[in-house]
């Protein structure tokens, strides 16, 4: 074998595969709807409002979106926490 050589290098992806980009589209107020009422079972809150206005200003996910939601049982506390991450997307 030579020094440097990787053993089994025909096994591996060419590198074209490996560098394949997944374009995921941003977070919109009627997704924040869809996955509200999915992860929390909340079809109206009096923070939906406020809520909806940052998503048109943060660029978020909707995974980071169910993120927050998914941290606290409660839909107070998911929908508050859910705003002040929003708050630290925009801010950083």
């Known amino acids: ?6 053993v089994g290098t025909k096994e591996l ?10 374009n995921m589209s941003y977070c919109t107020p009627c997704g924040f709807r869809f ?8 079809t109206q809150h009096n923070q939906f409002e406020q809520t909806e ?3 048109g200003k943060v660029e ?7 993120e927050q939601l998914l941290k606290d049982s409660d ?17 950083m």
């Open 1 to 6: 074998m030579v020094y440097g050589q990787v």
């Open 13 to 22: 992806l060419p590198w074209s595969y490996m560098d394949a980009h997944i």
């Open 35 to 42: 996955l509200a009422s999915n992860y929390r079972g909340v």
């Open 53 to 55: 206005d940052l998503i």
């Open 60 to 66: 978020i996910t909707p995974a980071e979106v169910a």
């Open 75 to 91: 839909p107070n506390n998911a929908l508050g926490g859910l705003i002040e991450g929003f708050f630290f997307f925009f801010y």
